[in-house]
């Protein structure tokens, strides 16, 4: 089955710095990639998705993401951070013959005034 | 549009009680899922249900029942609670009509479920 590792569990960023967070990926043929965040209490929302095509991606909220394949990543970006952005963020991978997608642990990030 | 609906928000239960979680999504969605999350592994695959009449076990599935009432409707049971199923529980709902299609999944706000 497919697998993610986000590496980094919990990261602090001032408000206006750039942001990257990690995603790697285990799966053997092209994977379906997402991108949630979840604020405290909430449920998962959607910030964008990777399924075929152009490798960059871009989501809600001013966020992107770009799909590596040779590098099994997926990380995600966003060039100036709120303090609305703190919450935990997940990486998913789906695969096309299965309903199983598999989250990572997440990360959480902490933004500073 | 309420999109995906849990009860209860919140339960405490004891060693060995029951009780059912219940889910309802009104995006005319074929598949629909639960999940557990626990800190520190991200969100658990419980048990899906890829259509009406139909459900599946995922990757943490042991002392759970699901069962797919209607297309609208997914329930998931602990027929005798354990500490260990202390969790946040989510449940989602997805579009999917099969063999290579993929569509992301829409969770509800989760029930948190503690076990004494």
């Known amino acids: 089955a497919q697998s993610v590792t986000q590496p980094d569990i919990h990261i602090t960023v001032s408000e206006g710095a750039s942001l990257e967070l990690r995603c790697n990926y285990s799966?053997?043929?092209?994977?379906?990639l997402f991108w949630y965040v979840q604020s405290p209490g909430q449920g998962l929302q959607l910030l964008l998705k990777y399924f075929s095509g152009d490798t960059l991606v871009q989501g809600i909220k001013g966020f992107e993401a770009e799909f590596k394949r040779s590098q099994s990543s997926f990380n995600l970006r966003k060039p100036s951070v709120h303090w609305s952005d703190a919450a935990e963020y997940f990486c998913?991978?789906?695969?096309?013959?299965?309903?199983?997608?598999?989250f990572g642990a997440g990360t959480r990030l902490t933004v500073k005034p | 549009n309420a999109g995906v609906t849990q009860t209860p928000k919140f339960q405490v239960l004891k060693t060995g009680q029951s009780m059912t979680l219940q889910c309802a999504q009104d995006m005319n969605h074929n598949s629909m899922y639960w999940y557990r999350q626990d800190p520190g592994m991200g969100l658990r695959l419980i048990y899906y249900s890829a259509s009406e009449g139909t459900t599946d076990k995922g990757e943490v599935p042991n002392g759970y029942n699901v069962s797919r009432l209607n297309k609208r409707e997914f329930s998931l049971r602990l027929e005798s609670a354990a500490p260990s199923q202390t969790s946040v529980y989510f449940c989602?709902?997805?579009?999917?009509?099969?063999?290579?299609?993929?569509?992301?999944?829409?969770f509800g706000p989760g029930t948190r479920l503690t076990v004494l």
């Open positions: 998913a991978v789906g695969a096309p013959n299965n309903n199983d997608m598999r």
């Open positions: 799966y053997g043929a092209t994977p379906y």
């Open positions: 989602a709902s997805s579009m999917r009509t099969g063999g290579s299609s993929y569509n992301e999944q829409f």
